[in-house]
């Protein structure tokens, strides 16, 4: 079986080559750049640029899968400022255009791509003890950024796809996802990351610095489970998307005391000014149990352990 993986050097990506290959695949990468921390394993590494139409016929052979995961994308810091709205979308959709009009034209059965809960409506996700993230509560459509935007537009363009030209789409929306080998410094770190780094580089009896003041709510997914959850999506049958989460839903001062408890450091929060999204947001995973019979084997913690590990690691080593 062979497999293309676009945005093979980012941090889902690159994981999934991995798992790809662990399982016998042939796979092609495609990113603008290879993978951080880590060589590639991929069989081919196509460093490119797929706002280009013509690689992105270039690398889709047919018969080949697609898990289209390419991005431009970052935390709250890069995704909610603002001030990177244009060049998101465009580059976004632009990848997306191109993909589906690839896989058209090179008659590919299945492609995957990777949708966001940051599509769900910002009018469902006031209270940060009760946010609703069901598949169906999508529209009428708010998403509280520009990203969610486009994330929505893509969706409907692999389903018309789907419809009009008979590709087999599988979507995923993803609800944070983290553990080892992602972005934890630089501004496009996402919050689990940066509350690695932060406690990390705080001395015992420090201040740690919040966004906000602290409680809102989010979920957190460790990467190997949203691995499993690909696959069972890609094996399935069902084409509508679903979320891949995890219910256990924490506020940001949570987060930080379990850290902290990992970390064995007790640091005094101090909530500061600064982009936050909504006030809360969970998946609700309903729909994926009853269709792929999926859901998260561990808790939020134990995904944390082996996270704070390698973050305190790359912090010690100096690494900029
Ligand atoms: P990431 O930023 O680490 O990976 C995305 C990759 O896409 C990057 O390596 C980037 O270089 C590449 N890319 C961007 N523009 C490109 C272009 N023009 N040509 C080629 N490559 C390009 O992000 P990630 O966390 O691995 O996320 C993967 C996908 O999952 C993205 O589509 C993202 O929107 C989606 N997602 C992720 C999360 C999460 O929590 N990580 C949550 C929701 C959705």
Redesign the pocket.
């Known amino acids: 079986m062979e497999a293309l993986v ?9 994981h999934l080559v991995k798992r790809l290959k662990r399982e016998g695949w042939f796979v092609r990468g ?4 290879y993978p951080e921390f880590e060589e590639t394993l991929a069989d081919d590494f196509v460093i ?4 280009d139409a013509s690689l992105c016929r270039d690398l889709v052979k047919p018969g080949c899968r697609v898990f ?7 935390g709250a810091g890069y995704v909610f400022s603002g001030e990177n709205d244009a060049v998101i979308m465009h ?2 959709a ?2 997306n255009l191109n993909m589906l009009e690839a896989c058209r034209l090179k008659g590919i059965g299945k492609i995957f791509f ?5 599509i769900y409506p910002a009018y469902n996700q006031q209270d940060p003890d009760n946010p609703v993230c069901s598949e169906d509560s999508a529209y009428p459509a708010q998403p509280d950024s520009e ?1 969610g935007w486009e ?1 929505l537009f893509s969706e409907r363009m692999y389903f018309a796809y789907a419809r009009n030209f008979g590709l087999d789409v599988r979507i995923a ?6 553990g080892p080998l ?2 934890w410094q630089g501004g ?1 770190e ?1 919050a689990p990351a940066a509350m690695c780094r932060k406690i990390a580089a705080a001395d015992d009896g420090g201040e740690l610095e919040i966004w906000g003041d602290g409680e809102q709510t989010r979920s957190f997914l460790y990467i190997d489970e949203c691995l499993d959850g690909i696959f069972k999506l890609m094996a399935s049958n069902w084409s509508g998307p679903v979320n891949i989460g995890s219910e256990e839903m924490v506020s940001i001062n949570q987060l930080a005391e379990m850290v902290m408890a990992i970390a064995g450091k007790k640091l005094r929060i101090v909530h500061v000014d600064g982009p936050q999204g909504v006030r809360g947001r969970t998946s609700d995973n309903r729909l994926i149990e009853a269709k792929l019979f999926w859901k998260p084997q561990q808790s939020l913690e134990n995904g944390l352990v082996p996270t704070y590990a390698w973050i305190a690691e790359q912090w010690k080593a100096g690494r900029k």
């Open positions: 676009c945005g093979a050097g980012g941090f889902i990506g690159h495609v990113d603008l750049k490119g640029d797929l706002r289209q995961l390419a991005a431009d994308m970052g580059n976004s632009t990848i990777s949708s966001s809960a940051c990203y994330k929306r993803f609800h944070n996802i983290f992602g972005t496009r996402k």
